[in-house]
């Protein structure tokens, strides 16, 4: 069973334009981890967030985590055609630290 | 460094062959596993390993058999290949705390099983 669940499961948005992705998941957490997947590719790690942390930026990437909600958002700030890919979370705790279970990811598309 | 490495990139099975899908990495990661990755699906985890000679079961571990004779060497096998066994397999490789480490995944492997 998947522990987290991506939305929107897609979204397009012209360059230039922020793009948000909300993840939700089910059982308490450690931490939470957001992927990058380019199309064809394997996963490309962007950003962890730990339970005990509310918001954490890295570039244009900004993530928050709402433990009592059981929630995460992704926000990626002035898309670029480069940032066209699909996005997962990931959480732990389902089986271990280690052991990350994902969503099904958002699929983001940056129009030109 | 090479990262994690995985052979094939894409291999056509009929049902009931074997298999193995190689995966390495050089970059001395104690925690080592295997996801699928179903169309649309986020990946599930297969089989993980936490060092040499360690191995344990995942989300979905039936019909695959892992082993760890290295620290840089996860193999995974198929039996008897199925065509529900038609993915995308990905290894991932991270270092081994009791905090939640990044991890690297390989390129991919995609089977079909016909």
């Known amino acids: 069973s998947q522990q987290g669940e991506e939305d929107p499961q897609a979204l397009s948005i012209q360059e230039g334009e922020n793009a948000t992705m909300n993840c939700s998941y089910k059982?308490?957490?450690?931490?939470l981890q957001w992927y990058r997947q380019n199309s064809g590719r394997g996963l490309v790690h962007l950003i962890l967030?730990?339970?005990?942390?509310r918001e954490k930026h890295s570039g244009r990437l900004r993530v928050t985590l709402d433990t009592s909600k059981k929630s995460s958002s992704l926000l990626i700030t002035a898309s670029r055609a480069a940032d066209t890919a699909s996005y997962f979370c990931?959480?732990?705790?389902?089986?271990?630290?280690?052991?990350?279970?994902f969503g099904q990811g958002t699929r983001l598309t940056i129009n030109p | 460094n090479a990262g994690v490495t995985q052979t094939p990139k894409f291999q056509v099975l009929k049902t009931g062959q074997s298999m193995t899908l190689q995966c390495a990495q050089d970059?001395?990661?104690?925690?080592m596993s295997w996801y699928r990755q179903d169309p649309g699906m986020g990946l599930r985890l297969i089989h993980y390993?936490?060092?040499?000679?360690?191995?344990d079961q995942g989300e979905v571990p039936n019909g695959y058999n892992v082993s760890r004779s290295t620290t840089e060497d996860f193999p995974l096998r198929l039996l008897s290949a199925a065509p529900s066994q038609t993915s995308v397999y990905f290894c991932?490789?991270?270092?081994?705390?009791?905090?939640?480490?990044?991890?690297?995944f390989g390129p991919g492997t995609r089977l079909l099983v016909l």
């Open positions: 991932a490789s991270s270092l081994l705390t009791r905090e939640q480490e990044t991890q690297y």
């Open positions: 059982t308490s957490i450690n931490n």
């Open positions: 967030i730990r339970s005990n942390e």
């Open positions: 990931a959480t732990d705790g389902f089986f271990g630290a280690q052991k990350l279970v």
């Open positions: 970059m001395n990661h104690e925690y």
């Open positions: 390993s936490v060092g040499a000679g360690i191995t």
